[in-house]
C-alpha cells in the first residue's frame, strides 16, 4: 500500500472513529435522559398516597338513651357548660336530645280515582258531591252560631286554621283565609268536606286553578283530588336543656338530670355506627383505590417503555464499542505501514 492510499485510509477509519465516538456520545446522553425519566416515574410512584379503607370505628359513636315513662329519649350531643339557674342548681353540662312529640298538623291526602260525581237536584233535595260512596256537604251550610271547641263549627274552624297555616298556598287556604281576614262568606261555597273512612274530616275545592278540584276531577277522571284534613301527628323533635350529668371513672355517662326537673335518669350506652357516612366512605375508597392503581399501571408502563428503549440503546452501544475496536486495530495496522513507509524512503536517503 502506498504512502498516499495508507494515509488516506487512515485518516477515513480516524473519520469512522470521530463518528462511532461521537454517536457514543448521543446515546450515553439520551440514556442519562432515559435515566432521569424513569427517576422522576420513581419519585412519583413513592410519592403516591395509598388509599386506606375506612374502619368502622371511625363512624361509630357512644349514644346515650334514657327512658322517660314509656318513651325512650335520644341524645344526640352532651357538651361541657358551667350554668346556675335561679334556683342555685349548678349545671355541668348542655344536652340535645330527641323526643317523640305530638302536634297538631295540618295534612294532604292524595286520592288517586276519587271518582267525583255531582248528583244533580230534584224537586226535594238539592245538588250535591260524592267522592266515590261519600257524600259531602258545603261548609256554607254549617251552623255558625254554636262556636264551642265541641261544636261542629268550633271543630272544623280549628282544623282549617292550622291548614292554613300548614299548607298556605292551596285554594283550601286562600278561601278559608278570605273568610276569617275578610268576612267574605261566599269563600265558604267553595269549600266542601266529608268523613273519611279514618273518621278524618277532609276539605276539597269545588273548583281551583290546581287541577286537583271536585269540578276539575268530575270532568277528567285521570286528575287526582287534593283534600286536606287535620290531626295530631307523632314526630322526633330536637331539644337542648342544662343538666347534671354524671361520668364513671372510664369516662362513661351514667346519669342525668335535666333542667327543671328533679328527676335523675339512669343513661344507657351503645355503640351506634353511621352506616351510611360509612358506606359513603368505602364507595369514595374504591374509587381512590381504582385511581391509584390506573396511575400504577400507567407509571408501569412508562417504565417498560422506558427499559425497552434503554436495552436497545444499550445494545447499539456495544455495537459501536465492537465497531471501535475495530476501527483502532486497523488504524494501528495502517499507522505500523505508514511507519514503514516513512522509514524505508527516509533510509533511501541515509549514507
Not at 29 to 51: C, D, G, I, K
Not at 163 to 170: F, H, K, R, V, Y
Not at 242 to 263: C, H, K, N, W
Request: with cysteine; hydrophobic share 30%; aromatic share 10%.
Amino acid at each position: 500500500m502506498g504512502m498516499a492510499a495508507s494515509q488516506a485510509r487512515w485518516i477515513s477509519l480516524a473519520a469512522r472513529k470521530t463518528n462511532v465516538e461521537y454517536e457514543g456520545q448521543q446515546i450515553n446522553q439520551a440514556r442519562t435522559a432515559l435515566a432521569n425519566e424513569s427517576s422522576q416515574l420513581w419519585n412519583e410512584l413513592y410519592n403516591m398516597e395509598v388509599p386506606t379503607a375506612p374502619s368502622t370505628t371511625e363512624f361509630t359513636k357512644t349514644q346515650y338513651t334514657f327512658e322517660n315513662g314509656d318513651t325512650t329519649q335520644t341524645i344526640s350531643e352532651i357538651q361541657p357548660a358551667e350554668y346556675t339557674d335561679i334556683d342555685g342548681i349548678n349545671y355541668n353540662s348542655y344536652v340535645t336530645y330527641y323526643t317523640k312529640v305530638s302536634e297538631y298538623t295540618g295534612i294532604r291526602n292524595t286520592n288517586s280515582n276519587p271518582q267525583v260525581q255531582y248528583i244533580a237536584a230534584t224537586a226535594t233535595d238539592p245538588g250535591y258531591y260524592m267522592v266515590g260512596t261519600r257524600k259531602l256537604s258545603c261548609l256554607n251550610t254549617v251552623d255558625r252560631t254554636n262556636t264551642s271547641e265541641t261544636g261542629d263549627w268550633g271543630t272544623y274552624s280549628a282544623q282549617l286554621d292550622q291548614i292554613a297555616l300548614d299548607w298556605p298556598n292551596t285554594q283550601v287556604a286562600k278561601d278559608w283565609t278570605n273568610f276569617k281576614t275578610n268576612g267574605d262568606v261566599t269563600a265558604l261555597d267553595n269549600i266542601y268536606f266529608w268523613s273519611d273512612n279514618s273518621s278524618h274530616v277532609n276539605f276539597a275545592s269545588q273548583n281551583a286553578t290546581t287541577g286537583d278540584s271536585l269540578e276539575e276531577c268530575r270532568a277528567d277522571s285521570l286528575l287526582a283530588l287534593h283534600s286536606y284534613y287535620a290531626d295530631y301527628q307523632t314526630a322526633n323533635k330536637e331539644l337542648s336543656k342544662y343538666g347534671i350529668v354524671e361520668y364513671d371513672p372510664s369516662g362513661r355517662a351514667t346519669s342525668l338530670q335535666l333542667e327543671g326537673s328533679s328527676v335523675v335518669y339512669a343513661l344507657e350506652a351503645t355503640s351506634v355506627t353511621d352506616e351510611n357516612a360509612y358506606n359513603d366512605a368505602m364507595n369514595n375508597y374504591n374509587y381512590q383505590q381504582q385511581v391509584y392503581e390506573k396511575k400504577v399501571q400507567d407509571i408501569n408502563a412508562k417504565t417498560e417503555k422506558i427499559q425497552t428503549e434503554d436495552r436497545t440503546l444499550e445494545l447499539r452501544l456495544k455495537a459501536l464499542d465492537t465497531e471501535q475496536n475495530a476501527l483502532q486495530t486497523e488504524m494501528d495496522a495502517v499507522h505500523k505501514i505508514i511507519s514503514k513507509n516513512i522509514e524505508s524512503t527516509f533510509k533511501t536517503f541515509s549514507s
